[in-house]
């Protein structure tokens, strides 16, 4: 099924000029961006973003993290984006990622881990309203 989904390329991936190479894998891979943006999240959105982790003992120093340069906010659209994305991701930490994903060939460490991805169709669309109204998006 045609799906969206919220991906991120994380201020550890832009400082080191990555966003084109993580573009095109996951455009090699199918995917389609559909809205785009790079700004630089505030402490206030970046702890409502994550908020889901508010309770983690890991969650101010992500906040920092996240807030420590600029992002690319951007919509992937495709069959079953939502995993799709999560595949090219790989896992969370890059140590436990699979060869040729994007973590496992450019993450610095397990928070500095390059790109966001949403983790299921209803985060999706929460996550891309938080950035984008549907005029921003042009399939
Ligand atoms: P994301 O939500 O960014 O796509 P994810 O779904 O793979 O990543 P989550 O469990 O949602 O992983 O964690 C959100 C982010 O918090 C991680 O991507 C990473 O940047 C950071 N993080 C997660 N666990 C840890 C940890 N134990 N120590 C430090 N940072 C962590
Ligand atoms: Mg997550």
Redesign the pocket.
């Known amino acids: 099924m045609t799906e969206r989904t919220l991906s991120i390329i994380k201020p550890d991936a832009t400082r080191r000029n990555l966003t084109g190479r993580i573009n095109a894998m996951l455009e090699e891979a199918g995917l389609r961006i559909v809205a785009q943006k790079r700004t630089r999240l505030t402490v206030d959105e970046a702890r409502a973003f994550?908020a889901v982790?508010r309770e983690r003992p890991?969650f101010d120093?992500?906040v920092t993290f996240m807030t420590s340069g600029p992002v690319v906010v951007q919509v992937l659209e495709g069959r079953d984006a939502v995993a799709r994305n999560r595949d090219i991701m790989g896992a969370?930490n890059p140590e436990q990622a699979a060869d040729g994903t994007i973590r496992k060939v450019f993450a610095e460490s397990?928070?500095a881990?390059s790109v966001?991805?949403s983790?299921s169709p209803d985060n999706a669309a929460i996550e891309i309203a938080f950035f984008f109204s549907a005029r921003d998006i042009t399939g």
Do not use: K, V
Request: net charge negative; charged share 15%.
């Open positions: 994550y982790h890991f120093s992500l969370t397990l928070e881990n966001h991805g983790d």
